[in-house]
């Protein structure tokens, strides 16, 4: 490795001498500048002295649902990026796989020694949940980040995104452009961001479309069946047969199938029937009409879960309430104004 | 948990009195039997006895390259569900995250004793790479599966995709519909699985289009970008100029590319160009248009990579060759008739 010092004190803001001591692990730095130096080797593509890589070695638990559907990818992804800047590794645990229980992943992981877990779409996103198995783990002095759940309960930093938002933002942008019969298609309600979503669909559309609407006649445009794809098409055969012209989706996914409904049934996507999906994950720009979407800011959500644990690995309390993170609508091609009939 | 000790005893062909001596932690059952019990409680989806399942928890080492694009998560998901069976769990390393290189992390991995890891498109993909740091872990007794590379002196089992075949199947496609002018987009040529797909170009072009091809002529009709949209985007735009009426491209992000830059240029896919994309990734079937893409069997591959890592914690020695993965052709909307003019 050729390491320009000079190079690496510019873009630390100290003198050559400052990265030396800190590359020969000279005493005499403090921890900040030394973090500085050595977070500007990184940055500038040097390699770091072997004895100084040889430390950055501990484990951090990751708990995710599932990988198949592309928002927890992407979560991962920011995860292990804002955790590696640290030296931490992920220990990849998706709940789906094979069946195991998030709890065993839990005991694997506590055997292992992680410094701490984040937990994203876990069993905290049921309300009414034994919250019992997160105390223990916070009174044994374990670090834990709960991402998209909330248990008022459990001592712990939770993070989330603005669900209710996201669906204010989906129905507002459809009775903008003329939509009064509008549709929610979500995942199961047992979660806490169903719930979120299926209340803030209640109040966005009273909000935008008629302040008198009853609870029965909401009730009637709202479906829960699966986040997924052919969740998105059960839940939009049902939407359609009640006549909806705009359907509001829980996920990407459930988008993409709500497209494929309303083309099986001959309809035309947007000039028919509008189609917004929820989070924006990979490769949603390129689908077929690129979907019109409310985006999750997950690479935010990802910085700011690896940063709570870190700093509650450093010592800090967890933080003293829920983190919101806000949602952009993102306009694409699967919205339109509704038809004129 | 309601467990049918006769059912278990039938699947995993023992005795209902050695099912209930495994599940009670009794002992005079060799190692093997207990293997099968368990196995057969996990394939019956049973719980498994807390005390049992606290035992299940090894972690195992799985090394990619980026989770941006979106095969990788791919690979993820299917090792960390063949391995989950088995009761471990994957620490999850990103190689582009933050720029942590491959050594650093396979230090860390060691440091928590890993039972073992899974490379997928590692340094092990550079042909002329020192295999010193392969053959220092094989030395040390660690289980190590290497995917889509191969280096000889390594004593490690290999498994790859047929890269030159589905290059052949690629063009074979285009070539039956008239295509003669056909281009090849692919990353960096310093990758063995690059390699592959550029020799089986040359092979394939000679085969299904004109046997005289120079290698002049071919080295015309091919590209070394990156992997991505925009490498996609750059490769196609050099090959439309030299007159290509179909492009066969090494990512399914390369496709995506290439169609936006048919696009750019007011050209129609399929109708002026046809695109073949590489992989068939995630949401692939929705893009615009639906991608014609050759299949790489990611569940295929990951299972066998977990299956021959378990393998070889169990103590059998590496694969003695390479095991190759054929690829299959899916036709789908981004690839038609070549246009008469």
Do not use: W
Request: net charge negative.
């Amino acid at each position: 490795m050729q390491v320009r010092l000079s190079h690496i004190a510019e873009r630390a803001g100290v003198s050559v001498a400052t990265v030396s001591r800190v590359l020969n692990e000279k005493p005499g730095v403090n921890a900040a500048t030394r973090r500085a130096v050595l977070s500007a080797v990184d940055v500038l593509g040097y390699e770091r002295p072997s004895r100084l890589r040889a430390k950055v070695a501990g484990l951090v638990g990751l708990i995710v649902p599932e990988l198949a559907n592309p928002i927890f990818p992407k979560f991962a992804e920011a995860v292990s990026i804002a955790l590696a800047r640290h030296g931490y590794t992920p220990v990849l645990c998706s709940v789906s796989a094979g069946g195991i229980h998030e709890d065993a992943y839990v005991r694997t992981l506590r055997n292992h020694g992680v410094a701490g877990i984040i937990f994203v779409s876990g069993i905290h996103a049921i309300p009414d949940t034994d919250p019992d198995r997160y105390r223990e783990l916070c009174e044994a002095g374990l670090p834990l980040v709960l991402v998209n759940g909330y248990l008022s309960e459990v001592d712990a930093t939770f993070i989330s995104y603005e669900d209710a938002t996201s669906v204010d933002l989906a129905v507002g942008h459809l009775a903008q452009m003329g939509h009064t019969r509008i549709g929610l298609a979500l995942g199961q309600d047992r979660y806490t961001p169903t719930i979120r979503k299926r209340d803030g669909f209640a109040r966005a559309m009273r909000r935008h479309v008629d302040e008198s609407l009853t609870d029965d006649s909401l009730a009637d445009l709202r479906t829960f069946t699966t986040y997924t794809v052919e969740g998105g098409t059960t839940a939009a055969h049902a939407l359609l047969d009640r006549g909806v012209t705009g359907i509001v989706c829980g996920s990407d996914l459930m988008a993409l199938g709500a497209v494929r409904a309303a083309r099986q049934r001959g309809m035309q996507v947007p000039e028919q029937v509008s189609v917004v999906g929820s989070d924006d994950s990979l490769l949603i720009e390129f689908t077929d009409p690129p979907l019109t979407t409310v985006r999750q800011p997950v690479t935010a959500i990802g910085n700011a879960a690896a940063q709570a644990l870190l700093d509650q690995i450093a010592g800090a309390p967890p933080a003293p309430s829920e983190l919101f993170f806000r949602p952009e609508l993102i306009v694409r091609g699967s919205s339109a104004r509704a038809p004129q009939d």
